[in-house]
DNA sequence: CCTGATTGATCACTTCGACATATCAATCAT
DNA sequence: ATGATTGATATGTCGAAGTGATCAATCAGG
């Protein structure tokens, strides 16, 4: 038995009427009525009672009409599941952003999915540090990162998609709190809050710029993260210079600062290059269609038919 | 896309080896692969990741294999059911009794259906004179009835299931409740209770059993059915003479004696002759093999009774 | 690094069956 | 009666499903 045969019997039960029916399928008459045969003759036992002049369903025909209907149904929308599947317009992807990102970065790229694609569903790893992400993105844990630059390799694929300064962040007491035109060389004698981990980005960044300012900063603490450096600031144990996206999480007791000459750190998204996952490549599309990539280089689309043919 | 697909793109989901799937199909290998590319061709995309060592599911193809199970199993119960209906395993049959067969009758044949059938769902309907039992069965409204003959034309198929004589009702403070061996002529003089209808076989009955004891029945009530009957019989209105199988159903107040020399009545089995409804012919035969045709295959053993009846 | 084994893809060929055209047989309306 | 309608039947054709042989790649093991 074929879906053709089912395709076949549900347009004689509908019709009652197999020359009717086999225009509508396009097909010669006699091409019908042998297929139905074959059917009956597999199933064992009539689905229509034929007369010359009337053609109508046995018991058992009208069982299978029922079930027909329902599996022909079936098909068709497992066949628009596919479809959507391979579109990207539905699916999962997995996303990881860097500590701050997730304060500016992940609300507007999950806004932008939500209404271009609202069958994809984001799995968000939030706080993430860069080089967990570049790991989880390797080991295929993860499909996109938002991080910060640089990485290592070309198995990745990484497109800045904002630059970010530092900014100070102090206590609303402080003195610089009120100072307008802050500049590096103010920060000489400041005791600092500095991310710990030798691989933090932003702290390269911090220490970079203040070698340029020609001082190294007296260290008061080191923290894990943005979620525990602004308290500490807040409670006045030291100054920290912080991406700009913290501007998003105002805390009380905090105020941030710009820092006229201040280093600036990328915020990039890095996702495999060889993933041919649809609704990551459609995740990229409609990220970069939203204008999230200013600096992204033209990407084909949704991969072409005869390359899959192929 | 046809249901081959479907079957080929499953045994490779499972096996997720082209050569051993191909073996289970009982196919070549190279048919295989290509079936497989035709339905990603069609669905547009890739439903397998091949490299030479290994075969994977991409997502639209996990997506699809869960589908195709579903899809499959529906066909197979498909055929399952329609294959049940055939065989008469599954169905509805719309059975009529006459007022008194479903005293008797009734519980044995819905106790043999059941248990021979359990598919098969009975429609009962009770206390249908032979008449209009024979016409829903002609226009058919009704699939069998418990009926008395003799019925006319040769589109209906008429077995006899039981023979019962008729037997007096009597109030209990009648002198012939107390009496044994009762004959027809001992009810000369008492009053009768008669079905209402010019087409009652067992008024027919009743009247002919009364003129060769050589009398003519006072009448004095007519009623439309037993249920009615016997309640004027308990309020000593009048005797009746009513089939044997109203034993089976006593009511306060009456007693049931036999008669010597009354008439039997026939109690039959209708049906269309050409009646091709398999839930019929499959309950047809089952109370056939449970014995409750006994006396019918002796037509024509008892070739007297019809002469008599012509 | 070879080398043989394994595995899926490709190619050329065959065969079977799905379908078309022509026709027939039965039924119905007039 | 007669023409129209409708499904079944007869016969031929073409496409595609399948086969066998072969190729290309990957992997294990020395």
Redesign the interface.
């Known amino acids: 038995?074929?879906?053709?045969h089912?395709r076949y019997f549900a347009a004689v039960a509908e019709t009652k009427h197999f020359g009717r029916a086999a225009e509508r399928l396009h097909i010669a008459q006699p091409a019908l009525s042998q297929a139905v045969r074959q059917l009956e003759a597999e199933?064992?036992?009539?689905?229509f009672v034929r007369t010359t002049r009337h053609v109508e369903l046995?018991?058992?025909g009208e069982?299978?009409r029922d079930?027909?209907a329902?599996?022909l149904a079936?098909?068709e929308?497992?066949?628009r599941?596919?479809?959507r599947?391979?579109e990207g317009r539905q699916?999962l992807v997995r996303i990881a952003f860097t500590g701050t990102a997730a304060y500016t970065q992940l609300p507007q790229i999950a806004r932008i999915v939500k209404r271009e694609l609202p069958g994809v569903a984001l799995e968000i790893h939030a706080d993430l540090l860069t080089h967990a992400q570049v790991s989880g993105l390797t080991d295929g844990s993860l499909d996109l990162g938002v991080l910060r630059p640089p990485t290592t390799g070309d198995a990745l694929t990484v497109r800045t998609i904002a630059q970010e300064p530092l900014v100070l962040a102090v206590p609303v007491d402080h003195p610089l709190a009120q100072q307008t035109d802050i500049a590096m060389a103010d920060l000489r004698a400041e005791e600092f809050i500095l991310f710990s981990g030798a691989e933090s980005v932003v702290n390269d960044a911090v220490l970079t710029s203040c070698r340029e300012a020609g001082f190294t900063p007296t260290v008061a603490h080191r923290v894990a993260g943005t979620a525990v450096m602004l308290p500490l600031v807040a409670a006045a144990l030291g100054v920290a210079l912080v991406p700009g996206s913290v501007r998003a999480a105002q805390l009380d007791g905090v105020v941030l600062r710009d820092v006229s000459d201040a280093a600036s750190l990328d915020l990039a998204l890095a996702w495999r290059t060889d993933d041919?996952?649809?609704?990551v490549l459609a995740v990229l599309d409609v990220l970069e269609a939203a204008g999230q990539f200013t600096s992204l280089p033209e990407r084909d689309s949704t991969p072409e038919?005869d390359e899959?043919?192929r």
Chains 1, 2 share one sequence.
Do not use: H, K, Q, Y
Not at 1 to 4: G, V, Y
Not at 276 to 279: N, R
């Open positions: 038995m074929e879906l053709r089912l199933l064992g036992t009539r689905l046995t018991a058992a069982f299978l079930e027909t329902r599996v079936a098909v929308a497992s066949v599941g596919v479809r599947i391979a699916g041919t996952d649809p609704s038919l899959v043919s």
